[in-house]
């Protein structure tokens, strides 16, 4: 299966292409440009670099959250257009599964703490261990306090190994709390479009109109404006 792949759920975003399994290109950047400006010629790049069309690819793959709402959106949008476009299916994917593949490229042991800063002293987590060679999931996606996900790594007993763009604040969290980790190296550390790709394979595509992103919580603006409302109703 020839799949491009799309990731922009935090500040780094990238495009990749695979075949089987196997990684033909990937671009990343993050240098601080809206995603809207280098998403799609980072996909226009790695598909040349391929000798590849839109019309060449079986699908095209996204991280669909949680993250960043507007990285979310772009990175959604900006599928959806290609696969219109190309009349091609899409595959959305849980940006935390993508990340975790990460894990398997480090020999990861024990349990595997995906983390994205939420704000608000919360993070996007999901835990994994490695097996076979690919993460298996053990917690779905949630947004969790750093003090309650901290209690959950305690009770397991086991080696912790904590990446993602959150990673940072997560480690330091748990090093506070005396809780011993394992920080992923920088080169490991961020979530990519690498990740998608091997996420996506195996999941059956499906029309681009049934894509939609997942954030798992309201955005701030949402939040916001129940309080109002909750407010003018009192």
């Known amino acids: 299966m020839l799949i491009l792949a799309l990731e922009s759920s935090a500040k780094a975003a990238s495009a990749a292409v695979a075949r089987d399994g196997a990684l033909l290109d990937l671009e990343f950047c993050n ?3 809206t995603h809207s400006v280098t998403l799609l010629p980072m996909a226009q790049t790695a598909l ?5 069309l839109p019309s060449d690819v079986d699908a095209v793959a996204v991280s669909r959250g949680p993250g960043s709402f507007t990285g979310i959106r772009i990175g959604v949008s900006a599928v959806k257009g290609l ?4 009349d091609k299916p899409a595959v959305g994917v849980s940006t935390l599964e993508a990340m975790a593949w990460n ?7 024990g349990v595997v703490c995906c983390a994205m800063d939420a704000r608000r002293s919360q993070v996007y987590n999901a835990l994994f261990r490695v097996e076979g060679g690919r993460p298996r999931r053990l917690t779905e ?7 309650e996900l901290a209690d959950e790594l305690i009770s397991t007993g086991k080696p912790i190994f904590v990446l993602g763009d959150g990673a940072l604040l997560c480690y330091n969290h748990l090093l506070e709390r005396s809780v011993p980790a394992t920080l992923a190296p920088e080169e490991l550390r961020l979530q990519n ?12 595509p499906a029309s681009a109109a049934e894509l939609l992103p997942r954030y798992l919580r309201l955005s701030q603006a949402e939040r916001e ?3 109002r409302l909750k407010k003018e109703t009192k």
Request: with cysteine; charged share 30%.
């Open 31 to 33: 240098d601080g440009l």
């Open 48 to 52: 040349e670099r391929c000798g590849l």
């Open 83 to 86: 696969c219109w476009g190309a």
């Open 103 to 109: 894990a398997v490229d480090a020999n990861a042991d």
């Open 141 to 147: 996606d949630r947004a969790i306090g750093l003090d």
């Open 193 to 204: 479009a690498w990740g998608v790709c091997r996420a996506a394979e195996g999941k059956p």
């Open 225 to 227: 404006r129940l309080e």
